[in-house]
């Protein structure tokens, strides 16, 4: 630029300021000519050389020009920021509140799967879901069930005692006499619930563990209802026909007592989780004694009924294939992300 042709500058001004399109492209404009240091300051400069005709003359024209720049440069400023105003508020307008950045999804413990799913089977078959305190007297867990005041299960080393009546339940056959106490028969019911015994804690082994009770009450009831009922359980439960095998078992409060095995619902020709015996042992059961009926408030003369009860810890641990029963107390994200 130079004072020879102010008014083809001032053209060219012009002509750049309306192509700017960003308050940063702006910004670069104002340093190059609008600045103390810009081309406009220049001029005025070079003006103070000139002899006082010229300066007279080219003045107000530089002037003129400094003034309409600015003027144009000030418009543009606040057309770009209103732009900017403009802008945001579309944003706004149409912002889409189901837009969410993805948070962390949790998931259902595998006890919980489990016992809804085997809830789910006894239901359909008529059972109703029962349940117990977990802090017990030690008639509902010993004397009730028929346990002799000198069986090994009511040492110390297996049972938690918070004082000469009271403990932490060992089984959930606990729930077998309180319900016997609150109903009358023809009874079904199932109880899942937590149990507590005073072990030394491994891999297989932990001092709170899962157990899942059954009890069927009415009149005539024998042990092929049970094995039905135990078969029909196991074959939805594993979604393949399961074969069953008895073996005698002492519990005290059933008579017959029985160890209940299941084909292995795993392999056909034998696997680690059977030990290659292509059986399970999966749970006790029996016919409940007469004893334990009148405990519970019921004539053994009239009304018998099966119980069965098995380690849903265990059954867990075995359909999902967990190698260490303290995962499942670990509150580890990652293990539990897997279901
Ligand atoms: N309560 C027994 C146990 O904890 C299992 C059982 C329940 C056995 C019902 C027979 C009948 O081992």
New binding site residues.
Partial sequence: MNLQNLNQSKQDLIAKLQAVSSEADLEIFRLEYLSRQGSIAQLFETLKTLDGEQKRLVGPQLNELKKEIQQLFDDKKEKLFQQKIHAQEEKQKYFDVTISKPVAKGSLHPYTQITEQIQNIFISMGFAVADGPELETEFFNFTALNVAKDHPARQDSDTFWIDTQHLLR????TV?IRTMQTQKPPIAIIAPGR?MRNEATDASHDFMFM?F?GMYIAEKVSISNLLATLKSFLTQLFEKEITIRVRP?Y?P??EP?LEIDASCPFCTGGCSVCKRTGWIEL????LIHPEVLKHGGIDPTKYSGF????GLTRLTMLKYQIPDIRLLHSSNIQFLQQF
Avoid at 170 to 173: F, G, K, R, W
């Fill in positions: 060992t089984q959930t056959s077998q149990t157990q009770e078992g519990f409060f059933v007592g749970m006790g059961a029996g119980a069965f009860g098995f």
